[in-house]
């Protein structure tokens, strides 16, 4: 039986003109998903559904169902099965196709729709034919008009006829692509890759920016970054990850700044080096997973001072959220496991004993010019 995805693309509808720019940014992503994990689709957009059908008979369908569920601006999908425009094929696959799902609940209605107006029965009597048929079929299972287990959907349009079940959510969001670039600085632990996810979400391409403090930091907890990288980039699509060598840099500040201020002015020059990232990669902001009164470096005094280094904006997707939050998402997208992987991070193997909470952005800057050229 041949088996296609619907994709019904929520948030989407809303956009007016947009919506053809915004389908077709969200097929590329599709596709491109798609090639790399599983195989050739063919896409045909018609009305507000994207069919998506496998070029060939032994492609891997329960991995592209899953790809298809990781990918933004899809509010929803469905599993269907193609049958022939003949009621008596409609009504044996609708029965071979969901009678496993049908025989585990108790209730189910059938809804039909017909953009085929030529098809010889109206929607109401296809319902009939195949909600007889099933209960015919399977004795367990009882009608339910208002509240079923299961909607049995026949959809009669142009050139198929499609069968499904229920609705299966989507990763919601907008397409990755039509929202423009950012820089996310990226560490080894739960919250980055977080916000990445939640920025992506909204259809913001990531550049990934990671500093690297060898040999203090070690290659594993690297690895562990393109790791996170790789969790990410199933939901966000490619993501170039530049690893900057930082060991020099946080040397020197060790060296010549005060120590209570040393995570600050270390979070400033990150900041400065992942702004010079993000303009040269065409990224307009930047994106942290600080989140407000976590720990030291990020009470709202140093996250002002922090601003105060680069000229472009900084969006912090985590911001109100609970670290209880934060780790809700981290496992819903599969990072969790990973980052929790004990390797050092380089702000966690220099940390000052007694680091100023609410430093002035005017301390800071003194106390930086004992860096000399920063440039
Ligand atoms: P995370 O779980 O994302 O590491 P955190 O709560 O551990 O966050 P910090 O270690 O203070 O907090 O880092 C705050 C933010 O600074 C991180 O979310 C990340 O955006 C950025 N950051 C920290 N360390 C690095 C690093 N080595 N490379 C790039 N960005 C970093
Ligand atoms: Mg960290």
């Excluded at 969790?336 to 007694?354: A, L, R, W």
């Amino acid at each position: 039986m041949k088996e296609v995805i619907l994709v019904k693309n929520g948030e989407l509808a809303l956009k007016g003109l947009n919506r053809s720019t915004f389908e077709d940014i969200l097929v590329k992503n599709m596709k491109r998903r798609l090639i790399h994990s599983v195989g050739k689709f063919t896409f045909t957009k018609s009305q507000s559904t994207i069919i998506v059908e496998p070029n060939e008979e032994d492609l891997d369908f329960e991995k592209a169902v899953e790809v298809i569920s990781k990918v933004f601006g899809i509010a929803g999908f469905s599993r269907a099965a193609l049958a022939e425009k003949d009621l008596e094929d409609i009504k044996n696959v609708a029965l071979s196709y969901l009678g496993d799902d049908l025989r585990s609940v108790k209730t189910f209605k059938v809804n039909a729709k017909r953009s085929d107006k030529k098809f010889p029965l109206t929607s109401p009597e296809l319902c009939r034919e195949v909600g007889a048929h099933l209960l015919r079929n399977i004795p367990s299972l009882k009608l339910d008009g208002h509240n079923p287990d299961i909607i049995v959907t026949v959809e009669v349009r142009d050139k198929h006829v499609f069968i499904h079940g229920n609705q299966i959510k989507g990763a919601g969001g907008m397409p990755v692509g039509s929202a423009g670039r950012v820089a996310l600085l990226v560490s080894g632990g739960i919250d980055s890759p977080v916000a990445g996810w939640m920025i992506c979400k909204r259809g913001v391409c990531l550049e990934a920016v990671h500093f690297h403090s060898h040999p203090y930091t070690s290659d594993r907890a690297r690895d562990k970054v393109l790791d996170l990288a790789r969790i990410m980039a199933k939901y966000c699509g490619r993501i170039n990850v530049h690893v900057v060598p930082f060991t020099e840099i946080q040397l020197a500040i060790i060296e010549k700044c005060p120590e209570n201020y040393l995570t600050v002015i270390m979070r400033r020059l990150m900041m400065r080096i992942a702004e010079k990232i993000a303009v040269a990669n065409n990224a307009q902001a930047l994106i942290t997973g600080e989140s407000i009164g976590q720990v030291a470096s990020q009470t709202m005094e140093s996250l002002v001072c922090t601003d105060s280094a680069v000229n472009i904006p900084v969006f912090r997707p985590c911001i109100g959220m609970d670290k209880e939050e934060i780790v809700t998402i981290s496992k819903k997208i599969g990072a969790f496991e990973t980052s929790i992987q004990p390797f050092e991070d380089c702000c966690t193997i220099f940390v000052p004993k007694h680091p100023k909470t609410k430093p002035t952005l005017a301390e800071i800057e003194e106390a930086e010019l004992l860096l000399g050229d920063i440039e």
